[in-house]
């Protein structure tokens, strides 16, 4: 693996960015999951969702990409359409029967980019380029997704248990990416079980709240 990535360093993002969320409420299966939730981010930071399983991470993380509604409350934002945000969930949305080298380079094609070849390394993946997706180790298909983040660079990521899987490396790599990232006037919203080494500001929801 790669010791550092080549990130694209003419892209920077606008440094008056922000997410203001105010007083929101989430409800699934008729059953209020959270309330009452403000937050706010700034450009350059990073918000750490913390709580128990079925406290509302992922379900935040959900509103905030436009997937689920809003039960109450509002979102403010500069951002026109999803293609400011990048989401990475539970569901890698890999395609199973692709290689490695062809997923890349279809993830580039659609970014009109022609990075796929150096993110072979750059990710620690250039000893299975040609191994079936299907055929990978979970940690390895974490780090394919991790493409997507400097393929088609957004200003807002959201970030569903980043580390889930990944060995040491992996995760330095994580970390190594995200603080590029804000370093470019990035904003970071990762729901995690565990702390992370980016995170600027914290937001604990409490189970069944």
Known sequence: MADSVNFDSDTDFA??????????????????????LSFNLSAGHALRLAGANGSGKSSLLRQLAGLLPLAAGSLAHPFTSSRHMHYLGHDDGLKTAFSVAETLAFEAALAQTDMADSLLADLG???????????????QKRRLTLARLLLD????????????????R?????????????????MIIAASHEALAFATQELRLGAGA
């Open 125 to 139: 993946l250039a000893d299975c380029a040609w191994q079936i997706v299907g055929d990978l180790s979970a940690g």
């Open 170 to 186: 992996g995760r330095k790599l994580v970390e190594d990416l995200a603080a590029a990232h804000l370093a470019r006037g990035g």
């Open 153 to 168: 660079p957004r200003p807002l990521w959201l970030l569903d248990e980043p580390l889930t899987a990944l060995d040491t």
């Open 15 to 36: 440094g008056d960015a922000f997410l203001r969320a105010e007083a929101l409420a989430c409800q699934r299966g008729g059953r209020l999951v959270f309330e009452n």
